[in-house]
């Protein structure tokens, strides 16, 4: 009787293994860029990226992502801004070490496809939808945010700190 059900529970396993893609974390990453006193470009970076995916661009019913990036490894070139960044009136890392976005819905579009989902920062949760493109095992996404939104960096004018961030995200699967 055992044997019975342990046949399907293996096929199963095996089935959901086969859809699913690991995030390759060593060149997976985040890219962004914002103003900075209206006209300065600040670049930035984040690595660390994990999480799970399953994209089978023939079958998007199936479809889902779960990923997240260490806000701790935030980098943009300059170490003392971005000491300052992580700390509690920007990322507040020591609260908050993840970024993370989990798609509630996946669609084809003309140009590639498109998600829908929460993108989840310093505790604040927004739906926002990112096109991206699938080639050679990468997701390529491209998206705008108000930084604000998140309450990242309240307290700077937008002079200072632009109040809308690009963000590029590369996801290599394994």
Do not use: W
Not at 91 to 111: S, W
Not at 123 to 146: C, S, Y
């Amino acid at each position: 009787m055992l044997k019975t059900y342990f046949i399907p529970f293996v096929f199963l396993l095996i089935s959901f293994n086969s859809f699913s893609q690991t995030i390759d974390g060593d060149n997976s990453k985040v890219s962004f860029t914002l103003k900075s006193f209206g006209f300065n470009t600040v670049n930035g970076s984040f690595s660390g990226m994990k999480g799970a995916i399953n994209f089978q661009p023939d079958d998007l019913s199936s479809a889902n992502f779960k990923v997240c990036i260490d806000a701790n490894t935030i980098n943009t070139g300059i170490n003392k801004r971005d000491d300052h960044l992580k700390k509690e009136d920007f990322f507040d890392v020591a609260n908050y070490p993840e970024i993370c976005f989990v798609a509630t819905q996946i669609e084809k579009t003309n140009e590639g496809y498109k998600t829908t989902g929460t993108l989840t920062m310093r505790g604040v949760e927004k739906t926002i939808e990112i096109p991206f493109t699938f080639k050679n095992n990468q997701l390529i996404g491209n998206f705008k945010v108000k930084r604000l939104d998140y309450k990242v960096g309240e307290g700077t004018g937008g002079l200072t700190v632009g109040k809308e961030i690009k963000i590029k995200i590369v996801c290599v699967l394994n």
